[in-house]
Protein backbone atom coordinates (compact mmCIF):
# COMPACT_ATOMS: atom_id res chain seq x y z
CA UNK A 1 0.00 0.00 0.00
CA UNK A 2 0.86 3.33 -0.30
CA UNK A 3 2.68 5.11 2.27
CA UNK A 4 2.30 8.25 3.69
CA UNK A 5 2.98 11.32 1.40
CA UNK A 6 4.12 14.50 1.99
CA UNK A 7 4.14 17.82 -0.08
CA UNK A 8 6.02 19.73 -1.35
CA UNK A 9 9.56 18.40 -0.23
CA UNK A 10 11.05 21.41 -0.82
CA UNK A 11 10.30 24.64 0.05
CA UNK A 12 12.33 28.52 0.38
CA UNK A 13 10.29 31.28 2.07
CA UNK A 14 11.03 34.26 2.91
CA UNK A 15 10.58 35.78 6.46
CA UNK A 16 6.89 37.30 7.16
CA UNK A 17 5.58 35.24 4.71
CA UNK A 18 3.17 31.72 6.04
CA UNK A 19 3.11 28.17 4.33
CA UNK A 20 1.26 25.06 3.89
CA UNK A 21 2.54 21.89 3.96
CA UNK A 22 0.16 18.88 3.11
CA UNK A 23 -0.03 15.25 4.35
CA UNK A 24 -1.26 12.55 3.01
CA UNK A 25 -1.73 8.98 5.29
CA UNK A 26 -1.97 5.99 4.66
CA UNK A 27 -5.28 4.81 3.34
CA UNK A 28 -7.38 3.72 6.27
CA UNK A 29 -5.14 5.87 9.02
CA UNK A 30 -7.22 8.26 11.14
CA UNK A 31 -4.41 9.78 13.09
CA UNK A 32 -1.79 12.19 11.28
CA UNK A 33 0.91 13.96 13.91
CA UNK A 34 3.32 16.20 12.77
CA UNK A 35 6.63 16.78 13.86
CA UNK A 36 9.68 19.67 13.61
CA UNK A 37 13.37 17.96 13.11
CA UNK A 38 15.74 20.59 13.45
CA UNK A 39 19.98 19.84 14.23
CA UNK A 40 19.64 21.69 18.13
CA UNK A 41 16.50 20.76 19.21
CA UNK A 42 15.98 17.10 17.52
CA UNK A 43 12.55 15.50 16.58
CA UNK A 44 9.58 18.01 18.58
CA UNK A 45 5.71 16.88 18.34
CA UNK A 46 3.40 19.73 16.68
CA UNK A 47 0.09 18.36 17.13
CA UNK A 48 -1.46 15.31 16.20
CA UNK A 49 -5.10 15.27 14.56
CA UNK A 50 -7.59 12.22 14.29
CA UNK A 51 -11.37 12.18 12.60
CA UNK A 52 -10.83 16.08 12.03
CA UNK A 53 -10.05 16.84 15.42
CA UNK A 54 -6.92 18.04 17.41
CA UNK A 55 -6.33 15.19 19.72
CA UNK A 56 -2.81 16.53 21.53
CA UNK A 57 -0.87 19.62 21.17
CA UNK A 58 3.01 20.30 21.65
CA UNK A 59 4.58 23.64 22.98
CA UNK A 60 4.50 25.37 20.33
CA UNK A 61 3.45 29.37 19.57
CA UNK A 62 0.46 29.60 17.61
CA UNK A 63 1.77 30.86 14.41
CA UNK A 64 1.97 27.19 13.89
CA UNK A 65 -1.42 25.41 13.44
CA UNK A 66 -2.84 22.51 11.62
CA UNK A 67 -6.15 20.66 10.28
CA UNK A 68 -7.49 17.33 9.39
CA UNK A 69 -10.50 16.66 6.45
CA UNK A 70 -12.85 14.36 6.16
CA UNK A 71 -10.82 11.96 4.29
CA UNK A 72 -7.74 12.06 7.48
CA UNK A 73 -5.35 13.82 4.51
CA UNK A 74 -3.73 17.31 6.76
CA UNK A 75 -2.29 20.47 6.01
CA UNK A 76 -0.21 22.20 8.28
CA UNK A 77 0.41 25.87 8.71
CA UNK A 78 3.28 28.41 9.33
CA UNK A 79 2.43 31.80 9.53
CA UNK A 80 4.44 35.08 9.77
CA UNK A 81 7.81 32.70 9.24
CA UNK A 82 10.97 33.16 11.02
CA UNK A 83 14.40 31.84 10.68
CA UNK A 84 14.33 29.78 13.03
CA UNK A 85 11.06 27.74 11.53
CA UNK A 86 13.79 26.41 9.08
CA UNK A 87 13.32 22.81 9.97
CA UNK A 88 12.10 19.53 8.22
CA UNK A 89 8.59 18.86 9.04
CA UNK A 90 7.98 15.01 9.41
CA UNK A 91 4.30 13.96 9.66
CA UNK A 92 2.92 10.32 10.79
CA UNK A 93 0.11 8.56 10.25
CA UNK A 94 -1.25 5.66 12.16
CA UNK A 95 -4.29 4.19 12.75
CA UNK A 96 -5.01 5.82 16.10
CA UNK A 97 -6.34 3.53 18.56
CA UNK A 98 -3.99 2.64 21.49
CA UNK A 99 -0.40 1.15 20.88
CA UNK A 100 -1.04 1.31 16.92
CA UNK A 101 2.18 1.76 14.94
CA UNK A 102 3.33 5.12 13.80
CA UNK A 103 4.47 5.32 10.02
CA UNK A 104 6.04 8.59 8.92
CA UNK A 105 6.70 10.71 5.45
CA UNK A 106 9.62 11.16 3.99
CA UNK A 107 9.67 15.00 5.27
CA UNK A 108 9.46 18.54 3.59
CA UNK A 109 12.41 20.57 3.79
CA UNK A 110 11.30 24.14 4.77
CA UNK A 111 14.31 27.02 4.57
CA UNK A 112 13.60 30.68 5.52
CA UNK A 113 15.77 33.41 4.54
CA UNK B 1 7.73 16.80 32.81
CA UNK B 2 8.28 14.15 29.56
CA UNK B 3 12.03 13.62 28.58
CA UNK B 4 14.23 11.31 26.84
CA UNK B 5 17.75 11.04 26.95
CA UNK B 6 19.95 9.29 24.59
CA UNK B 7 23.43 9.84 26.33
CA UNK B 8 25.98 9.10 22.96
CA UNK B 9 25.60 11.23 19.96
CA UNK B 10 27.34 8.71 17.88
CA UNK B 11 28.82 4.91 18.80
CA UNK B 12 31.06 2.83 16.44
CA UNK B 13 31.86 -0.84 16.86
CA UNK B 14 33.37 -3.28 14.53
CA UNK B 15 31.05 -6.13 13.19
CA UNK B 16 30.46 -8.76 15.30
CA UNK B 17 30.78 -6.97 18.34
CA UNK B 18 28.05 -6.52 20.90
CA UNK B 19 25.57 -3.04 20.77
CA UNK B 20 23.97 -1.13 23.26
CA UNK B 21 22.49 1.95 22.75
CA UNK B 22 21.40 3.78 26.05
CA UNK B 23 18.02 5.79 26.45
CA UNK B 24 16.26 6.87 29.68
CA UNK B 25 13.40 8.73 30.46
CA UNK B 26 12.13 10.81 32.56
CA UNK B 27 8.00 10.63 32.98
CA UNK B 28 5.51 10.37 35.97
CA UNK B 29 3.24 8.03 34.22
CA UNK B 30 2.91 4.60 32.72
CA UNK B 31 5.57 4.91 29.97
CA UNK B 32 5.03 3.68 26.24
CA UNK B 33 8.60 3.22 25.08
CA UNK B 34 9.57 2.93 21.50
CA UNK B 35 13.12 2.25 19.34
CA UNK B 36 12.94 3.88 15.96
CA UNK B 37 15.20 3.58 12.70
CA UNK B 38 16.06 5.96 10.10
CA UNK B 39 18.70 4.36 7.70
CA UNK B 40 20.35 6.27 5.01
CA UNK B 41 17.91 8.60 2.76
CA UNK B 42 15.08 6.18 4.25
CA UNK B 43 12.22 7.41 6.10
CA UNK B 44 12.26 6.69 9.97
CA UNK B 45 10.73 3.62 10.80
CA UNK B 46 9.26 1.59 13.96
CA UNK B 47 12.18 -0.85 15.02
CA UNK B 48 9.99 -2.07 18.30
CA UNK B 49 7.69 -1.22 20.92
CA UNK B 50 8.27 -2.27 24.77
CA UNK B 51 5.15 -3.58 25.24
CA UNK B 52 5.69 -6.11 22.40
CA UNK B 53 8.40 -7.80 24.33
CA UNK B 54 9.64 -8.93 20.65
CA UNK B 55 13.43 -9.33 19.14
CA UNK B 56 13.46 -7.44 15.29
CA UNK B 57 16.53 -7.80 13.78
CA UNK B 58 18.21 -8.93 16.58
CA UNK B 59 17.31 -6.18 18.56
CA UNK B 60 15.83 -6.45 22.42
CA UNK B 61 15.18 -3.86 24.51
CA UNK B 62 13.76 -4.07 28.02
CA UNK B 63 11.75 -1.50 29.84
CA UNK B 64 13.85 -1.11 33.41
CA UNK B 65 11.47 0.95 35.77
CA UNK B 66 13.18 1.31 38.46
CA UNK B 67 16.34 2.88 36.69
CA UNK B 68 13.84 4.55 33.67
CA UNK B 69 15.66 3.28 30.92
CA UNK B 70 14.57 1.30 27.65
CA UNK B 71 18.58 0.18 26.28
CA UNK B 72 18.44 -1.21 22.94
CA UNK B 73 20.79 -4.15 22.47
CA UNK B 74 22.27 -6.42 19.93
CA UNK B 75 24.63 -9.02 20.37
CA UNK B 76 26.37 -9.31 17.39
CA UNK B 77 26.10 -6.03 15.36
CA UNK B 78 26.11 -5.84 11.74
CA UNK B 79 27.22 -3.48 8.81
CA UNK B 80 23.35 -2.85 7.72
CA UNK B 81 22.79 -1.97 11.37
CA UNK B 82 24.48 1.20 10.49
CA UNK B 83 21.89 4.01 11.42
CA UNK B 84 20.28 6.61 13.26
CA UNK B 85 18.23 4.92 16.07
CA UNK B 86 16.20 7.09 18.40
CA UNK B 87 14.39 6.26 21.27
CA UNK B 88 11.01 7.83 21.64
CA UNK B 89 8.17 7.97 24.49
CA UNK B 90 4.66 7.91 24.10
CA UNK B 91 2.09 9.03 26.27
CA UNK B 92 -2.18 8.98 25.95
CA UNK B 93 -2.43 5.74 24.74
CA UNK B 94 -1.31 6.03 20.96
CA UNK B 95 1.76 6.63 19.05
CA UNK B 96 0.35 10.00 17.93
CA UNK B 97 2.26 12.25 20.21
CA UNK B 98 5.86 11.22 20.91
CA UNK B 99 8.54 12.30 22.53
CA UNK B 100 11.61 11.55 21.18
CA UNK B 101 15.83 11.32 22.20
CA UNK B 102 18.32 13.49 20.06
CA UNK B 103 18.99 10.31 18.55
CA UNK B 104 22.59 8.06 18.51
CA UNK B 105 23.85 7.40 15.23
CA UNK B 106 25.28 4.11 15.47
CA UNK B 107 28.22 3.41 12.88
CA UNK B 108 29.08 -0.60 12.58
CA UNK B 109 32.71 -1.24 10.54
CA UNK B 110 33.50 -4.19 8.52
Redesign the interface.
Known amino acids: KA ?2 TQTPRYLIKTRGQQVTLSCSPISGHR ?1 V ?1 W ?1 QQTPGQ ?4 LF ?1 Y ?1 SETQ ?2 K ?1 NFPGRFSGRQFSNSRSEMNVSTLELGDSALY ?1 C ?1 S ?1 V ?11 GTRLTVV | AQRVTQPEKLLSVFKGAPVELKCNYSYSGSP ?1 LFWYVQYSRQ ?4 LL ?1 H ?1 SRESIKGFTADLNKGETSFHLKKPFAQEEDSAMY ?1 CAL ?1 Y ?12 TKLSVKP
Request: cysteine-free; glycine content about 22%; charged content about 15%.
Open positions: GVSSYGLQFEFRNGLASGSYNTEAFFGQ | ERLQLRIYGGGSQGNLIFGKG
